[in-house]
């Protein structure tokens, strides 16, 4: 298991932006399909954004299609730029890294970081 730690969150107003990096110390993440999950209070986590090994396609949760991008940042950061933030989109977000090509369940991460809070005030 690799401790992933991500980086960025904070306190927004609906319509702004923020960036999320997550790094890993010493992985390559090219070998890796990395996802952004998320947990908002007394719900599940889900799946936001992923990009896949290999191919390094991407693919998005269909309420964040549009407004949040998921791209590498070099050989060892994932980043997640989300515009347009939403007060739905308040919640704890988390890194994620696995094997699974396209990885969108919890069961298929092998590796999570420790979670960044987003606030989005209405």
Known sequence: QVTLV?????????????????????????????AWFRQAPGKERQFVAGIRWGSQSTYYADDVKGRFTISRDGAKAVALQMNSLKFEDTAVYYCASGTVYTMTSTRDVASWGQGTQVTVSS
């Open 6 to 34: 991500e980086s960025g969150g904070g306190l927004v107003q609906a319509g702004g932006s923020l960036r999320l990096s997550c790094t890993a110390p010493g992985r390559i993440f090219s070998s890796y399909t990395m």
